[in-house]
């Protein structure tokens, strides 16, 4: 899991909460990150959380270790989530709040998903569109208490 610099330490605790609930070992984060123990509760301890100045440098070496770097964005390019076969080696690239990926970003991406909305607002939260991500991906692999941790771990870093 990778984040561009985020508005809101608050939708970057839910995040990290959540990923720790789904097995996820690493989260990165960019920019002036950090986390709101009190709402990141024990998924701050159980997972590794990173931090670094940008993110381009990071998506390129993670590219370069064979993993596929995955958008949550609405482009006119972007695949329906859960039509979305991910591969098991994923980093789930997630946007800001307010701006979403960039093309500096997106230029670097293997593909980019969507989760469709029906009414207004026209996007979910970043938090929640993270999680609904996170939940699509483990739905796919089977994940649960039938998939060991280790190996969801190294599937969804």
């Not at 985020?6 to 609930?21: F, G, K, P």
């Not at 009190?38 to 381009?56: C, M, N, S, W, Y």
């Not at 991910?86 to 991406?109: A, D, Q, W, Y």
């Not at 996007?123 to 483990?138: K, R, V, W």
Request: hydrophobic share 40%; charged share 20%.
């Amino acid at each position: 899991m990778a984040c561009v610099p985020m508005r809101s330490h608050v939708n970057l605790s839910r995040i990290v909460r959540a990923a720790s609930c789904f097995g996820v070992s690493r989260v990165i984060a960019t920019g002036a990150a950090k986390l709101e123990q009190k709402i990141a509760r024990d998924g701050a301890d159980e997972i590794t959380f990173q931090v670094h100045r940008t993110l381009p440098p990071v998506l390129e070496r993670l590219a370069n270790e064979g993993y596929s770097l995955i958008g949550l964005e609405q482009t006119t390019d972007s695949s329906e989530i859960y039509s979305f076969s991910f591969p098991k080696r994923t980093v789930l690239v997630v946007g800001n709040e307010r701006t979403g990926l960039n093309e500096e970003i997106l230029s670097r991406l293997h593909a980019v998903v969507e989760i469709p909305v029906y009414g207004l607002p026209h996007s979910h939260n970043a938090a929640s569109a993270t999680i609904i991500g996170m939940y699509e991906f483990c739905r796919q692999r089977n994940a649960g208490p039938n998939m060991g941790k280790e190996e969801f771990s190294r599937s969804a870093e």
